[in-house]
């Protein structure tokens, strides 16, 4: 998911094409493709300012009623969230609407023809979902944790309601679009060369040999040029590494909630289905390290999972899992040379401020671990 920041640093050197402002229609499926960067030129609706959503209430007695119309990836993903926090029949029945106020405006997809029909066929798709969401209120705004708080009415005492929404949560329902249309279509991630935020975007497959990309920031297709990707990035993710994708974001969501063994777990079963990317490992390694629980936290080996992240992706924030991995095993000596690495390859200075305070813990006597730590985008 993107940082919180993300928006802010992204919007101070992108110029949004003013033709995009407040589109609330679909263009003709006819109409040719504009092909923006993948990850640039956001369109608008955006919720200004960008805001922390409140965490949403969380019922433990929760009861289902409602039985969806429809199926696929969101409604399985909302399943998997319910079991950490208890998704509502609103979420569902608004999910519902969506879906299908979508499948009836795009109709039937054949992918016949040459190319150039084809993309047309599935550009026509990400767009109708684009004007769905807008019809119902939604706006970007970074970060929109999980699909169910994408789907929390939030109230915003200048606008009125609205909902929350970004790259990843609207790309879970463009997929469960194109899975109805029986359209092949993938999420896949990426990093921004700049702040090293990551962002998703849907791929639409339209026959063996080519594909189509779409970003749901920017509203339009989307051509990926962002160099020196890690080997996970940039190409289609499973239905499994998906899941492992949202099951780490569940853990997330568990560990901001306080229950740790849950956070663990969640992030152990996306470790299990996604296990070409880091970010389970390093989170897993980082509750582990920062975090005092007894339930489940002996069976976790920090530095082994903290080791596999930055074998995977050698970056800062991975080296800074490494370095309270390392002081919590009481290797101080190895926490200051993975912390000095995270200090070196940090991107933005509060980042290297932040992991020059860290490295303190490991210098200054006495030395302690990261118990205790805040809670950041590890």
């Known amino acids: 998911m993107s940082g919180y920041k993300a928006i802010a640093a992204l919007l101070s050197f992108v110029v949004i094409p003013t033709d995009l402002y407040g589109r609330a229609t679909a263009l003709d499926a006819m109409t040719p493709a504009r092909i923006i960067e993948c990850g640039y030129s956001p369109a608008e609706p955006i919720h200004w300012p960008q805001v922390k959503l409140a965490q949403r209430p969380c019922d433990k007695h929760g009861v289902r009623h409602y039985v969806p119309k429809h199926k696929g990836l969101a409604f399985k993903i909302l399943a998997a969230e319910s079991d950490v926090c208890f ?10 609407r ?5 499948l009836a405006k795009v109709g039937p997809v054949a992918l016949e023809g040459d190319t150039d029909a084809r993309t047309r066929e599935v550009i026509a ?16 705004n ?13 109230n915003d005492p200048q606008t009125g309601d609205w909902y929350s929404i970004d790259c990843d949560t609207a790309s879970m329902i463009v997929l469960t679009v194109a899975e109805a249309l029986r359209v092949p279509a993938s999420l896949v991630e990426m990093t921004y060369a700049g702040d090293g935020k990551q962002h998703n975007f849907v791929r639409f497959h339209i026959d063996d040999q080519h594909s189509v990309n779409w970003d749901t920031n920017g509203q339009e297709q989307c051509r ?4 020196d990707l890690p080997p996970y990035q940039g190409i289609d993710m499973t239905t499994d590494a998906t899941m492992g994708y949202v ?17 663990a777990r969640e992030f152990q079963r996306a470790t299990d289905l996604y296990p070409s990317s880091p970010s389970a490992y390093n989170s897993l390694a980082w509750l582990i390290s920062t975090r005092e629980f007894t339930h489940g936290a002996g069976t976790f080996d920090a530095v ?3 080791t596999k992240a930055t074998g995977i992706q050698p970056n800062s924030d991975n080296y800074d899992t490494l370095a309270c991995a390392f002081a919590l095993a009481g290797d101080y000596e190895q926490a200051r040379q993975a912390e000095g690495e995270a200090i070196s390859r940090s991107k933005t200075p509060e980042q290297k401020a932040e992991f020059a305070n860290r490295l ?10 990261c118990i205790g730590v805040a809670w950041t985008d590890n």
Do not use: C
């Not at 998704?87 to 519902?96: K, N």
């Not at 798709?125 to 970007?140: C, E, K, S, Y």
């Open 247 to 263: 099951y780490r974001l569940l853990g997330q969501l568990a560990q901001e909630l306080g229950n740790y063994p849950l956070a």
């Open 142 to 154: 970074i970060p929109t944790n999980t699909l169910a708080d994408a789907l929390t009415l939030r």
């Open 125 to 140: 798709i990400g767009r109708a979902t684009a004007d769905v969401l807008i019809a119902h209120g939604f706006a970007l």
């Open 304 to 306: 082994q999972l903290a």
């Open 360 to 369: 303190s813990l490991f210098t200054t006597k006495p030395y302690r671990n």
């Open 98 to 102: 969506l879906v299908g106020e979508t």
């Open 87 to 96: 998704v509502p029949d609103s979420a569902y029945q608004l999910l519902d």
């Open 224 to 227: 990926l040029s962002e160099p």
